[in-house]
């Protein structure tokens, strides 16, 4: 079993629509990583986060730690968001990373 | 401020060849990272430095050396490519004490 599992693997959905993707672990963690990879390749940061909630535009991410589980959330969701996001934990300052999932907003 | 940068972005080796990927930040971070990104998986680290002078093994460091001679760079060496090393390579950085890591742009590796 891999520590760091997102789902889905691949999602498809419309413009405008409310998009989750999850990210559960088995290890214990200081902190979570969520970050974006856009097709040309390039992995950019989104979040850091090790309790509660962050927002960034049309971005939250939540996390739970007694669950060991975190959501990333996008809202109004546009063909411009079509990425791979990438979860990733962080255990003794070494990042366990998840397989991503890949977006696709379609007009 | 150029953060992260790779050298070079493409290559095409044969079996057997060597090379050296070279990542350089400027952002005087202590921490560095050889990550490989292969379809269908996660990142995985290959080695780290935690400061200049010092290197690490990560989760897949056979069939590559590194080497931190300057603080601000972080070489990933090839010393006889194989084709299960295509991949791409990613480098990063960051700060003692922060968790966030600051990437690189990649390197794109075919070996043939």
């Known amino acids: 079993k891999n520590e760091v599992e997102q789902s889905p693997q691949n999602l498809t959905a419309q413009e405008g629509e409310f998009i989750t993707i999850n990210c559960s672990y088995s290890v214990g963690i200081s902190a979570l990583h969520w970050l974006q990879q856009h097709p040309g390749g390039g992995i950019v940061s989104l979040f850091m986060l090790s309790s509660g909630k962050k927002k960034h535009g049309r971005l939250i991410a939540t996390i739970n730690i007694q669950e060991k589980h975190s959501s990333l959330h996008i809202t109004a969701s546009h063909p411009r968001d079509s990425a791979v996001y990438i979860c990733a934990v962080l255990d003794n300052y070494q990042l366990i990373w998840g397989a991503g999932t890949k977006l696709i907003i379609k007009p | 401020n150029a953060g992260v940068t790779q050298t070079p972005k493409f290559r095409v080796l044969k079996t057997g060849q060597s090379m050296t990927l070279l990542c350089a930040q400027d952002m005087n971070h202590e921490y560095m990272y050889w990550y490989r990104q292969d379809p269908g998986m996660g990142l995985r680290l290959i080695h780290y430095s935690v400061g200049e002078g010092t290197t690490a093994k990560g989760e897949v460091p056979d069939g590559y050396n590194v080497s931190r001679l300057k603080k601000q760079n972080f070489l990933l060496g090839l010393e006889s490519a194989a084709p299960s090393q295509t991949s791409v390579y990613f480098c990063?950085?960051?700060?003692?004490?922060?968790?966030?890591?600051?990437f690189g742009p990649g390197t794109r590796l075919t070996v043939t």
């Open positions: 990063a950085s960051r700060l003692t004490g922060a968790y966030e890591q600051y």
